[in-house]
């Protein structure tokens, strides 16, 4: 059944090698820079389900170098993870298209891939415990060390620059410059504590620290805990998988983890550091 899709999905689903009789699709989380569904077959009487996503060509401009990375990172993570208790819920497990490849293009120039859906795990978009920001930063470690002899070549970049802080402080600048809508004589405290800071925006460059593959999102909710344990399982969202730096991945940890507020909250009274967080995330990481 398929009700108000914007995309065929059945037809888009039986291009990949999914077996069974199609069921149902229906819109599945609360993400918002894929289009993501939730697919839903009949295998010999059991209902099996996985995730089906259209990829923002918009945001990420190379659709089959992404889904290259993407799959070289599965692989090398299944491949590690093969000795340990359910290694299929451990690992995004990819699904590949009728031609073996690991996404579909359709007539409209969209690129479409397949994950095998993990059950009885689930995500969570604000930090409840000390014990999740545990597990989601040892989960996140756990990901470099895996991948820290991923064989070459050097996996392509998703998104050019997109921790490279120089950069993006100039960013800034020609904005506050330019102050199209008139914003900067409001947000005026915050421009000039970040225009003091300039200084240190190059630090982590200058530092010459080693390249390795780092995940470059380390949201809580790009970690699934499972249901019955509140272990992490595996860590998802591999969009942005791509060369970086380690810092980058426990910065970003520790400013999405340690705030008990959402990540566009607009009352800034709600945001703050719980330093107890910060502690759970350093020791996961360790």
Same mark, same amino acid.
């Given at each position: ?17 999914? &077996? ?11 993400? &918002? ?57 451990? $690992? ?18 969209? &690129?479409?891939?397949?994950? =095998? ?9 604000? $930090? ?30 998703? =998104? ?54 780092? &995940? ?16 992490? =399982? ?53």
């Amino acid at each position: 059944m398929e009700l108000n899709l914007k995309h065929p999905v059945r037809a888009v689903a039986r291009q990949f090698q999914l &077996h069974g009789q199609f069921l149902t699709a229906a819109p599945y989380g609360s993400g &918002h820079m894929h289009e993501t569904y939730c697919v839903v077959f009949d295998q010999g009487g059991a209902r099996v389900r996985y995730i089906l996503q259209r990829i923002n060509h918009l945001v990420f401009k190379n659709p089959p170098a992404l889904m290259q990375n993407v799959q070289r990172v599965t692989a090398h993570l299944a491949e590690k993870s093969a000795g340990q208790s359910e290694p299929g819920r451990r $690992v995004l497990t990819l699904i590949p298209a009728r031609d073996g490849g690991p996404y579909y293009c359709d007539a409209q120039g969209n &690129h479409w891939r397949v994950y =095998i859906f993990i059950e009885k795990a689930r995500t969570f978009d604000v $930090v409840e415990s000390a014990r999740q920001a545990f597990e989601s930063a040892k989960a996140f470690g756990q990901f470099q060390k895996l991948l820290a002899d991923l064989p070459a070549p050097r996996l392509h970049d998703t =998104i050019p620059d997109f921790h490279n802080t120089p950069k993006r402080f100039a960013a800034l600048e020609k904005a506050v410059a330019a102050d199209a809508v008139n914003r900067a004589t409001l947000a005026k405290p915050e421009i000039e504590f970040a225009f003091k800071r300039k200084p240190i925006t190059s630090m982590l460059l200058d530092a010459k620290l080693p390249e390795r593959v780092t &995940h470059n999102d380390t949201k809580l909710n790009n970690v699934m805990l499972d249901d019955a344990t509140g272990e992490a =399982i595996c860590v998802i969202d591999l969009d942005t998988a791509m060369p970086g730096l380690a810092l980058y991945d426990f910065g970003d940890t520790v400013r999405t983890m340690t705030s008990p507020a959402q990540e566009d909250e607009r009352d800034l009274s709600k945001v703050r550091m719980q330093f107890p967080m910060f502690e759970a995330l350093v020791r996961g990481y360790l």
